[in-house]
């Protein structure tokens, strides 16, 4: 262990076995990380609260299980994306207590409950094929510690079902905002609140779609300058980020 | 002359020089135009008061003004779309009575006056930089005979500035639609009105604007029904789409 | 309910209990919807004879079924697109007067058959292969309350099959052409016709096609001004427009 | 003016010449923005210390001077990005409390000195050409009121020299990280920090670069999951949500 | 039938019931095709030994063998292109005489066996991965009456390979290179003969291949001037053009 | 010389100076060049007739008249494509009696008036912006020594223009097609030939016309198949090829 | 045989049966590789070591074993690569001595074990995905008789974990990086290391990762010098040119 | 200094002024490049001989003087790439010795003239249009310290201009390839030798040469093992990578 190696080192010193020069010298050529890993520790303690995460695509179900088990033993909330229900059985028959959120393709560990953000983390999606990914986020923010209230099927060509609920969007700290297709929705979002809006294109939609181009392109020139976007269809990313935002 | 042929062949035929099995094997070798033409005509007559365009990008002062002589021959109106005032200058001075429209950045000839749009046609912009393409759709629509009302400057992120003119959208029975960067006001628009929308991606914006490619994306992937789409920057195809429509 | 409230407030006014400065007040804060739905309701008449619509891509039968039941519940037509025979079966073991209409794609239930379009959509196709989203237009346009005429396998190669039904294109009021490959047939048909033409490139082809790219950017620049242009494939929606001219 | 006509509504339902129904019946005819409005101010109130912006490019050095006439009238600080010296002098002439930061390209007035962030914002570039747009934010950053610090030229192939400012990284509340070619820094960033981090694209580098784009896809891929994204060259954008972070 | 009413038309003026003014006049609103296709059927003529084509992807082994059967009654000589062994079984139970060529994927049915081209089709390709669009190639030549030479794995990266059967290519009237991944062969090719060059880019390939695009764009930007490129994959179009040039 | 020190060497070894072991080691040795050449000439004399060519684009007058002269000490044609009147006059200093064709862009030097073709090349542009490329495609052809026919402004949204002009069209062997904007012109021009047409994409068009790139995709995917194609603007290049198919 | 042809051309010369112009002429007609093999041989000597592989991806496991077993009549070292357990199945059939690397997907023959390159060649993969792309590299360095060390899951978000392993860069001759998503770690690698670093983008990811785009143009833009890019998941082609620079 | 500050911790705890516990304390908070700058100078050694570069695009005479100045105080060479006669003679003034190379538009100053590649760089290009690009990769190469053989003007079409230089790829240790349009060079060169080859697409071309990127995908997709990529016109980071690969 390198604390102890790093203490060896000074023990010499100190007992004249070696000199300040040389233990200059040694001291370089210790491994980095021995002096390294005290820092990251720092932000370590900043991440505190934050799951642990695991993006289940493309993984079989003993996989899946096989990585929940290891970072399990670390304590505090679990967190498998994009996973199916197959994914799901392989956990919880080592893991009776975790959920599986269906609409979320989520498996959740939940073991720390302590509320990490300070106000209440909306989530807004344009249509109901966006629900996956807005659930995503919502499943992730509530694994953070944060309040969090959803919002959905207000697509901007039905503005008015958007303007009933401008108490929702009043009462938010952060807002996350899913859609696909052209992506508007964001944008007049960003101009009716004040707060930070992060933008989440889906993939929805099709031909001139381009599997969530079209959106994230849409996203990226909004003309309210309170949006900053996510790669598509990360429902995480939005909620990770909204989070931290959340705990300032 | 080709009506002339024709007849010859129809005189020859009635003094019996030529039989008719004869007279059916030589019409198959005429030249094909000679028959053509007529219906072409036709749907000319639908087509009037459609005004004779140049689209003077890239052409010389002197090379627009030949051309609006040629077409000014025939009567009705003359449109020369992204025209500078120096090729202006060179058709006014052989048409005193052209305007330049310098928002439109236009030189018009109006010499029919006759209101064949049957009501009012709205154009749409999202901000002030999109001016220049919604102005070109004004005049063309008013070359055109049509009643023109116009709404610049009431993007998506200001909601309630669109929202306050929505009488302008109650009484138009055609609606265009300019907006560059994510393009979404024609969705909200569309979602608001029963009539048809014509969205005009303008290249207006910076980065992943990537010219206009943005909005457009945005535009064909509308989640309003009722839109539908033209080139970047053709505020000119827009009004003319918007023109027959306003006809019917 | 919101009228009711409304209405209480005026009442409390009238009896009283209110000045008209706090009623103003107390106004401000009243669910937005409560008002606004009044005047979407307005737009609403306009779209009368509009069908409903289920976008079928992507659901269970189950699903399509159980929002085809919801809908239902309102009166007028039923449209669900994109709809595979298993989506049908489910649809009319509750609705046993559905309708499937295979080319199509389309599982629709007609309860208004008024005709609310002024003329006839014409509905054009360059090859076999663009027919499903033809027929699409077409079903769509019907249950719209269109008379519909079809004209497919003219493609531009062999102009002589479109030419020798210019008949069918004359008395058009709106034309919708769909056209995968190059995409070129709403410019010649444009060329052709003194009326609206909407353009549904589609995503027939291989290669080069890239899924409708080339189609969709040959229609954007079409050479005839009378063209504008929906989403690949989205035949669906070019029938919506047209309908929305058909009744100007 | 509204307020009063809604108050006559009011008036004359307690006077008894209009019944309860009828002043239902009316209200749905006012004009939208009337009731509007009140919400909208609302959160006018959260962008408090938000500067008035003007984007300078492309237009000429008298329209900025006068649009930035216009908006002094409001009080507050006023940004004009993208400036050019020329702009500067046409505004400077009639406000000689303007500076111009040439680094950034920005003109500036700044009337309120309020302190509205609660930490330190950290701006980071990668290369010394993406220092204008770090300045940009840097500028936008210090007149919405934060304290900002910058650290430049510490991109990802000299890795050491980043992790020789870490402190700089632990003290902020927000960091924005500019990077054109690879835009590698953020992630790098990311990793190192437990607090948002806004990914500013440039649209320095050559070749595959692509003006920005590889950059831009770069950051939206970022395996650090507190990084969110806003429009290549869009430091402004940047620093806005950056400042509405920074109030929370 | 149409030459009859043309034909009834020229008795009428042989017989003086119509003057020759009137049958003017009359013959313009005849029916456009009645005249055109006489002068389609001239260049049918050209096309003579053309086989007629089918192209079989995405069709039911049914529809295959339907369309078959309705091309099979003009005569000449039959090609179904992309075709499965269950789609030629479908064929070959009706038309025992069709043969199946496996490597290019073709079903044929040769009853005009007659030498229509003046000299050789090579046909040559760059890796063994792209020999079925190669083989698509040659039995569409073969077809269409052209003697074919092959010369197949010649890719330039081992140039000996191809330098050593140089007699092919100096022996052929027109040559077809297929090649996926950088498509740099016809390049090559072209710059050892002086014959026309058909490209015809393949998807073979991976990762930045995008599923032929690198090849399309290098066989574009050839550096030899003989060479110019057809669609990706396609074999067919290739040998047609081929086929057309062997002819002049 | 080369066909000399191969002689020297079969000399030594009649001579006996040199054994047959020691001449096959030394022949591998030669440098490969000596060998090849022979065959490399073969080819040359097909390209007879063929003009040197210069790129003129980016060179100063001086380049363009040094690279001109080189060429001139070979006899026979040469053709300067995209040349400017500055490039002219610096090589009609040096020879008078090079001719510049300024819709072209071209400089020419014709020395070889043979006639090498065997039918006639159409040239054919859909607009009067497509005219430089497809007179660069006239010059090249006509210093290939064809004859040649064009015709110009005959787009696809004015049929008519075009099928009036199909004698033009029956008389060639080969066709160029030059189209900007959609590119449709070859499709229906190749629908209407049984002979090779060559493809030219132009840069012509605005907006998704993308440079050329809406064009280049719809000829690739052109549903004719007797339509091949050359890079955008490569008036020279379709000019090439269709010169060798007419000395076919 | 084909020096045995030169010799006998030799041998006749010397006999005074041949003339020296005549074995000119005949030389120069004598098949082009009987001289450019030799040459060839040459460089095939320098790939000595080089494994013979197969591209497995695509083809059954019949073919693959066919393809094996003529190579493997070569002797030397065999890979296949993208490799199924079943193609592995069918070809160890054959070859008893074949091994499957499950994780590289490859089937490999190693009958050569000699050490061809003089130093180790690192390995390094940025996350647990990029694994098999990385293997690959690994499998096929391995092969072609390097010292291999790999070092996996050090992605740039956790910086301090690949500065914790500096030893296994500092003593690697070349180094491969393989990456998706942002495709960052070259750029970190390559400023901490003075040798040659190969990158490999893959295709790991999601949206706007576009299939390994992303990281292929961040790689393209490295800011380190050091760098030079293989195509998307080109694993094998990363270890190819690292063996060469190797054996240097 | 910090060597400085980390011995006075050292001496501390010999004097028995802190604890080994403390020590190890006070170490993890000591600034982290105290440390790191040693292992960091490691590799500069690696790095001996490679030059200091200015990239001059876009920056004024005044800045590349000025920043060669700062450069010129560390001894060693220097290069400025991408420089202008202006930023040259803005250089000379201050260091007359420095040099101009026009072709490779590169400012030179060679103080280190040691050989430090161990053989032979062959930089070839394929047309006259790449060697600026070429010729930045010969003088990087030789500032660096290697024997620079060059090759230009032996694109693909031209195949035997290469192969009768086949002298000079067989003496190269490294091979740099820059060519553009189609990019094939790389391949063939790549199949004609053993040896490592850098490839350099160059954005000579145009239209669907895209700036670059056709020869880029090309390059990529290489069929030859042995290539690998950098940047679109990135003559210096090729002979960057040569140079590191010619030491080995």
Same sequence: chains 1, 2, 3, 4, 5, 6, 7, 8.
Avoid: W
């Avoid at 707060?195 to 020139?221: C, H």
């Amino acid at each position: 262990m390198n604390a102890k190696s790093l203490r060896e080192l000074f023990e010499s010193v100190r007992e004249g076995r070696v000199s300040a020069d040389e233990a200059v010298a040694r001291l370089r050529h210790l491994p980095f990380e021995d002096l390294g890993f005290a820092k990251v520790d720092h932000h370590r303690a900043l991440r505190q609260g934050m799951p642990e995460v695991i993006f289940s695509e493309g993984k079989s179900p003993a996989q899946v299980a096989g990585i929940f088990s290891r970072l399990a033993a670390h304590g505090g909330n679990i967190l498998a994306t994009r996973a199916t229900e197959a994914q799901y059985h392989a956990v919880s028959a080592q893991f009776p207590k975790v959920e599986y959120r269906p609409l979320a393709r989520a498996i959740t560990l939940q073991r720390d409950r302590k509320r990490h953000g300070k106000g209440i983390i909306a989530v807004i999606s344009a249509g109901t094929s966006d629900i996956p990914v807005a659930e995503e986020a919502v499943v992730t923010a509530e694994l953070m510690g944060n309040r969090v209230r959803h919002l959905y099927d207000v697509g901007v060509a039905g503005i008015h079902r958007l303007l009933a609920h401008r108490s929702v969007l009043a009462e938010a700290r952060v807002i996350i905002v899913c859609a696909g297709m052209e992506g508007a929705l964001p944008s007049v979002v960003g101009g009716l609140v004040g707060v930070p809006v992060i933008a989440v294109p889906t993939s929805v939609g099709y031909g001139a779609a381009f599997e969530g181009l079209a959106a994230l392109l849409g996203m990226l020139n909004s003309c309210a300058s309170n949006v900053s976007v996510v790669n598509i269809d990360n429902g995480f990313g939005a909620a990770y980020v909204a989070s931290l935002i959340n705990r300032r």
